[in-house]
């Protein structure tokens, strides 16, 4: 039985699982984008599933997608890229930003992207990852926020949870690669993050700018 009810044709995945194969945020895959040709459509479809983002594959061979939330349409975002680039087995996403190039190894999957790609995130570094676990929900304030902390400095372990704050029906976002990818090039250096309920992120800047992203994806449904 799956915890997802969504029509024929779209895949559920789960994202940036942790070392147990739980956790990880659920992802709708619509394989076929022309099913849904315009943004009206998309959008509404996107609202139904109630995804933190859902993906529609222009040209699967090419690696044209679009991503949307229940609220709106994004230019770039973490979890969508690293599922998608899992299911189809690409190794380059086409995104109006830019080309996000992908790589599997071992159990994880990887994407390599540009801090400047990401939609404006506040950054809130708490003092312990106790803090970070009790908050019961958003703090108060508007605007995309990942709160974080330390779990041990010495070895790059975060913890983290994320509130978009937009509006919509997401509250809390189980597992953020963006929002990882812009901690990790703030720091300036490679994390090993857990956020929402157990979700595993990893993260590894390079010289060039540019911060990989990997973890595991699972299939929870296929279409």
């Known amino acids: ?34 099913s849904h040709p315009d943004e009206a459509s998309r959008q509404l479809l996107a609202r139904r599933l109630g995804f933190s983002e859902t993906v529609f594959v222009d040209d699967p061979e090419r690696g044209r997608v679009d991503i949307h939330t229940p609220g709106l349409r994004l230019p770039f975002a973490g979890h969508p890229l690293v599922g998608t680039a899992w299911l189809l087995d690409l190794e380059v996403l086409e995104l109006e930003v830019g080309d996000v190039f992908a790589r599997q190894d071992g159990e994880f999957t990887w994407i390599t992207a540009r801090p400047e790609w990401v939609p404006p995130r506040t950054l809130q570094q708490f003092g312990s990852a106790a803090e970070v676990e009790a908050l019961s929900g958003p703090p108060p304030g508007e605007g995309w926020l990942y709160a974080w902390a330390w779990e041990d400095e010495a070895a790059g372990r975060v913890r983290a949870r994320a509130f978009p704050r937009r509006g919509d ?42 911060v ?4 595991r994806v699972l299939m929870a449904v296929r279409g």
């Not at 039985?1 to 956790?23: A, K, N, Q, T, W």
């Not at 990989?212 to 973890?215: I, K, S």
Request: proline content about 5%.
């Open 212 to 215: 990989e992203v990997g973890g």
């Open 1 to 34: 039985m799956s915890d997802y009810d969504v029509p024929r044709g779209i895949d559920v995945l789960r994202v940036f699982c942790g070392p147990d194969g739980r956790h990880g945020n659920a992802l709708g895959v619509v394989r076929d984008g022309r």
């Open 169 to 210: 029906a997401i509250v809390e976002d189980e597992a953020t690669g963006a929002a990882a990818l812009l901690l990790s090039a703030r720091l300036g250096r490679a994390l090993n993050i857990t956020q929402g309920r157990g979700s595993q992120i990893l993260t590894a800047p390079a010289p060039d700018g540019t």
